[in-house]
């Protein structure tokens, strides 16, 4: 083990300096009130849950989560996702009536990161979830309030893929008889390894009805003529996928940006119907995903529907073209016989929109390079008179 220096950080964990942190604000600000004026409102769960609940019911591997034991030797978990922490406040306190519920949340969450991946172990989440509505009308809301979000902050060149995870785990399940190689084949899917794909069907010799499946999907074969080629899909579950594609087909301005994928597998095993990934040109990750996950709430003893997504804030950033508007900046430079009124000055500017500094000068050991920050300087000072 390295000795660790002074300024080095945990594995995964970044400061997030003044430019950055203002951007981010932006974002969040204008995000919020889009959700709020579609009628959700916003809630915060704690950073810390029990790791025998939200821990083990967050769907995420072990290895993935920072574990702690506090002082009554119980283990903790720091929240790894949202949708699971929120599942749990809404079936102990708030759908005792079980009425639609609309939350959303602007929050960090903590995964474990292995030293050679090179991604942040914390980082902020904006979503939304709806609860006790089991329609494909509250599918259409998460699909909907996904593309209008993105686009309300000003991102034009997105794209989200729909599938069902209902469809692909039948699939799965009906077209591969060894159990073994179907966990193989779902982590292919959820990491877009389509190569291993190919490899395992060619060496897999009980692969052919999946991997014609999986070929037709991957040329755009359309949804209904993989039920009429492939029978054994038409369950239930393809009639929920294909009344999701209706309204998709029934929505004009935001139709470009989705695209049926019926291989979509999420990372979250909790999904039960149609799940979504979003993606953006200028990106090399998801910018987010969501879904329906009706069974979760089962999971604190509540039968109801429940769909929603989530958007990583610090990929948005890498992306958008986000103008922050900047106040005037002024500095007023004061001495113990000046602070009376530096104070004062100081103070008709802020009301004028003014971000001001009041700063005693023989403090300072660079002005020039102090003054740099500053769009204005005023010296109160007795040698500046």
Do not use: C
């Amino acid at each position: 083990m390295s000795t660790i220096q002074p300024f080095e950080k945990p594995l995964g964990m970044r400061d997030t300096l003044p430019r950055l942190y203002a951007q981010q604000h932006t974002i969040r600000a204008e995000a919020m009130d889009y959700m709020r004026k579609h009628g959700y409102e916003f809630i915060q769960t704690p950073s810390l849950e029990y790791f025998e609940t939200i821990g083990k019911i967050s769907s995420l591997d072990e290895a993935a989560l920072f574990k702690l034991v506090d002082n009554q030797g119980e283990m903790l978990v720091l929240r790894p996702d949202l949708t699971t922490p929120i599942a749990r406040i809404a079936a102990a306190k708030l759908l005792k009536e079980k009425n639609p519920l609309r939350l959303a949340y602007s929050s960090t969450v903590f995964r474990a990161q292995q030293r050679e991946g090179g991604r942040p172990a914390e980082f902020e989440q904006l979503g939304l979830e709806l609860l006790g509505d089991t329609s494909a009308l509250a599918d259409s809301e998460m699909l909907q309030m996904a593309a209008g979000l993105l686009k309300s902050l000003g991102l034009q060149n997105f794209t989200i893929t729909v599938g069902h995870a209902g469809l692909i785990n039948h699939a799965i399940d009906q077209m591969i008889p060894d159990v073994k190689e179907r966990d193989r084949v779902r982590h292919f899917l959820v990491d877009k390894n389509f190569v291993g794909i190919d490899r395992w069907a060619a060496t897999y010799p009980d692969s052919k009805e999946f991997f014609a499946f999986f070929q037709q999907s991957i040329r755009g074969m359309t949804l209904k003529e993989l039920l009429e080629q492939f029978p054994v899909l038409q369950t239930e579950a393809a009639e929920q996928f294909l009344a999701v594609s209706n309204w998709i087909d029934d929505l004009p301005e935001l139709k470009e940006h989705f695209q049926l994928d019926p291989l979509v597998v999420s990372h979250m095993h909790y999904y039960t119907g149609m799940v979504f990934e979003v993606y953006a040109e200028g990106s090399g990750f998801a910018l987010g995903n969501g879904g329906r996950y009706d069974d979760l709430l089962e999971q604190f003893g509540m039968k109801v529907g429940a769909t929603g997504f989530s958007i990583r804030l610090d990929y948005l950033l890498e992306i958008l073209p986000i103008a922050v508007e900047a106040p005037t900046r002024t500095l007023v430079y004061t001495d113990q016989n000046s602070t009376r009124e530096a104070n004062q000055q100081a103070t008709a500017l802020r009301t004028q929109g003014n971000y001001v500094t009041v700063q005693f000068k023989e403090s300072v050991l660079d002005t020039k390079a102090f003054e740099q920050n500053f769009d204005d300087v005023i010296d109160l000072t007795k040698e500046a008179r």
